[in-house]
């Protein structure tokens, strides 16, 4: 027992002094496992090629996380605090970016996050790349498109109240997107079906953004809810991280939360793979469908090894940094 209590004492201590990891949006398990499943939604005409690169789509799917610290302006690209806007948001806000500048000026814009325009203009980007038949814009496009898709999703990604910092339940935020996919995730039903050709990805996007913000509501009242019933000795659990021991939420909490919400983390990331693939597949039906497998003996190029190389150098400098918007320990 004693041993025990020693334990617990040095796990609080080293967790209080040594770096926390920083929210990261669906974590990097959540993160790549989206981009990688939404290939499996792909036309034959595309499959073929997008498997060819499965592994640089999946290992890059979090690349635009990394960047939140050495790249100004990323960190707003990656959520947007619609409560921010009133109550009537969604019909306040103009949902193409140029008439949402005009009425509340672009820093106005940019301090409460961008992401549905820059899902647009990620979206807008690969039908370029297709266009021009460029392999390494197709696959840096396709992988960053799919990680801001996936953010919007995120129901704690629409709102000023994203860690639960508000209502006193700081750390919801990766509770939801990274501890509950990290323990349940394995076991998800993946089968999403085919990707689906889109009209309008922007008016697509705002969809996504009001499903995910209409879930922000039981995503917290059931944790609160939760908090209150489960013994609060039992909340949090220690775990082995490489060197370092860190305070997490226990499986039984997790376990318990995820049977409150029913699924709803399952639910986001299944629509999150077919949405990614839709917009993939709808960007390479607007360019004119290009032949793809034309492309497929060619590699990534060395300038974009060199600057993905160059990018994660930095991000392994500054990675304890603490970046303004969203994150976790603001
Ligand atoms: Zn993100």
């Known amino acids: 027992m004693k041993k025990l209590f020693i334990f617990v004492i040095i796990g609080v201590v080293l967790w209080l002094v040594l770096p926390k990891q920083p929210t990261l949006s669906w974590g990097f398990y959540g993160h790549k496992r989206i981009n990688r499943m939404a290939i499996f939604t792909l036309p034959p005409e595309m499959v073929t090629f997008y498997k060819q690169h499965i592994e640089f789509i999946t290992n890059h799917a979090v690349d635009p996380d990394k960047r939140r610290y050495g790249v100004k302006g990323e960190a707003e690209r990656h959520y947007i605090d619609i409560d921010h806007y009133g109550e009537h948001a969604f019909d306040s806000v103009p949902k193409f970016w140029k008439a949402a500048v005009a009425k509340y000026t672009e820093d106005t814009l940019r301090a409460y996050g961008i992401v549905p325009w820059q899902i647009e203009k990620h979206y807008n980007k690969l039908v370029n790349a297709f266009k021009d038949e460029n392999l390494d814009l197709i696959l840096k496009y396709s992988t960053e498109l799919g990680h801001y898709v996936a953010d919007a999703h995120v129901p704690l990604h629409t709102t000023e109240n994203y860690n639960g910092q508000l209502t006193n339940q700081k750390g919801i935020h990766g509770f939801w997107e990274s501890r509950i996919p990290e323990i349940k995730a394995n076991d998800y039903d993946y089968f999403v079906g085919r990707a689906k050709y889109i009209d309008s990805p922007i008016k697509t996007v705002w969809k996504v953004v009001y499903d995910s913000h209409q879930a922000v509501d039981s995503v917290l009242k059931f944790e609160a809810l939760l908090n209150k019933q489960y013994p609060s000795d039992q909340k949090y659990s220690y775990e082995n991280r490489g060197n370092q021991i860190v305070k997490v939420y226990s499986e039984g909490y997790t376990n318990a939360y995820d049977l409150?919400?029913?699924?709803?983390?399952?639910?986001?990331?299944?629509?999150?793979?077919?949405?990614?693939?839709?917009?993939?597949?709808t960007a390479w039906v607007n360019s004119g469908k290009p032949n793809l497998n034309k492309l497929g003996s060619k590699e990534i190029s060395d300038s974009l090894k060199f600057q993905m190389q160059k990018e994660e150098e930095l991000y392994l400098q500054q990675k304890n940094k603490i970046v303004k918007g969203h994150a976790d320990d603001e």
């Open 260 to 281: 409150l919400i029913k699924g709803q983390v399952e639910r986001r990331m299944r629509e999150s793979i077919i949405v990614v693939g839709s917009m993939w597949y």
